[in-house]
């Protein structure tokens, strides 16, 4: 993809000769990019946008100022508008519930330093269940269905700690689930009747398995984890088909949540890897798709696959062919936040806030959506006490620290970032069964060069007619879209503009005249005809 600089009719060039050279003001040039949609060549159908109550509802959700928690409720959930038009939240569509292990009730003697990273088990020691447990993770939620969320998910870190081997939330080491042999079953039943008891859509048992979780050389963890093996993770699966099945329950199993995308397509020798052959390819192994109850669905984390350009496409693009190779399951991308330095530009420490990270986020949505044809993407932490970049909604001590993010256990402040309105860009605007369609940027798309300069994905709703484009701009020039193939209700969009001053600011654009603010995301949402 090329810019096109050109000069418009109400822009001035001014152009200042100095011998034989000629220098042109870059600040009022606008790039031009020629975009063309084609309506009847469709991709994937969009499942879902969502994030996970991971670590912090446990206390946020018990805090005792309602107004508060609903400020955050409203930021993640709310598909209300305010009277300027912006949207009041970004309108997640899935929600995913951690179901904890238990390290929380072993305290200090959990062996998991921070106390925010430890979580309660609804099955006590002598069998029991407490629905009183969780108490903040079940107001979160409750909150998100009020508001309309449509899936809800539950997904483990670790299996009770009274089934593990070694009696703890994270392993003692090997790659093997942190499972004790007999304890299969009792671990189906657990989960299962966790998913009954809280009408969840969706069980996804194991995460990040091809990650050690062992304790590090003071003997301690940072938080609740197992490895486990492509075996483990196919005896779990078939297990929780079983029981379910026997339960009658409307709950089904999605499964994966790989720790990097490359072990959907390699590392088959670390026995955690080769996980889309492994699983779905034709073998002497029974198809994961086959069983009942479970979703022909594999989901991956987009971590450590971004930097640079040229790694974050190509990844995406080998990934989606080989799906289709092995019977085309789908793909969720079911975990991502900014984690440690990319590429020098980004880094998970400190907190950072701002449209730049914004844009990044955008940037991977958009890849993972139009490259790797994930049907549903969701974020990591959706409530962040810490000083780290990988939350949607912050909160800070009532005193407005957050170094020490303890101060925040029974009251606090809220407040927003870019990385949620970034996300609301997609969130609130893409809605469950959208169909993405094709869209070309200038003469020859070339998703290398696009993801350093301007980005652009469409989808609609057959149904309502609804068109939907996100377009990103990377660069710090307006960029205009003459758009090509297709004809809107009164030749208008709403416009709605994530900027470093913007908050999915809401206008009115004529379908003619669409301009990208410098450094912004925008979602463009008309009616075809």
Known sequence: MKLFYKAALFTLLILTSLGS??????????????????????????HSFGASDCW???????????????????????????????????????????????????KDSSLITDEWRREACFLTPDGRYDWSKQAGSQWFLQAARRRGVRYTLGFTNSPPVQMTRNGKAFSAGGKAFNLKPAALTPFADFL??????????????????????????????NQEGSPAENKDIADVTSALSAKLVASNAKTTVVTGEAGQLNYLYEKAESGRGDQLDYFFAKS?????????????????????????????????RKTAQLAKTVGNPMLWQSEF????????????????????????????????????????????????????SDGLVYINGPDGTYQKHD???????VLDSKQLWA??????????GMKRIDVRLGTTSDPVAEASQCMVSAYKDPVRKQLVLVCINLTPNPIALPISGVRVKQNRFASYTTTDTKSLAKSTVSANQIQLEPTSVVTLVGTYQ
């Not at 928690?69 to 997640?92: C, Y």
């Not at 996300?423 to 469950?432: L, Q, S």
Request: aromatic fraction near 12%; charge should be positive.
């Open 423 to 432: 996300f609301g860009n997609y969130a609130r605007f893409v809605r469950p």
């Open 337 to 388: 936040g900014v984690l440690g330095d990319i590429c020098g530009n980004y880094n998970g420490s400190p907190r950072h806030t701002d449209i730049k990270y914004g844009l990044y986020v955008a940037k991977v949505i958009h890849n993972d959506l139009a490259v790797a044809n994930v049907t549903s993407w969701q974020w990591w932490l959706a409530i962040n006490p810490y000083n780290y």
């Open 56 to 106: 912090s509802a446990k206390f946020i959700g018990t805090w005792q100022n309602e107004a508060k928690k609903n400020q955050v409720a409203d930021l993640l959930f709310s598909l209300d508008t305010l009277s300027t038009g912006q949207p009041k939240g970004i309108g997640l569509s899935l929600w995913r519930m951690n179901i904890g292990a238990g390290s929380y009730e072993q």
């Open 21 to 46: 050279k000629v220098i042109v003001s870059k600040s009022l040039l606008r790039a031009s990019v020629p975009i063309t949609l084609d309506l009847k060549k469709e991709f994937q159908t969009i």
């Open 284 to 316: 002497e192994r029974p198809a994961l798709i086959k069983l009942p109850r479970v979703e022909p669905i594999w989901t991956y984390h987009s971590y450590f696959t971004t930097c640079g350009d040229s790694t974050l496409v190509a990844m995406r």
């Open 407 to 413: 101060n925040a256990r029974q009251d606090g402040q």
């Open 192 to 221: 299962v009747t966790v998913a009954n008891h809280f009408q969840l859509d969706y069980l996804s048992p194991i995460n990040e398995p091809q990650w050690d979780w062992t304790a590090g050389k003071n003997g301690k963890a």
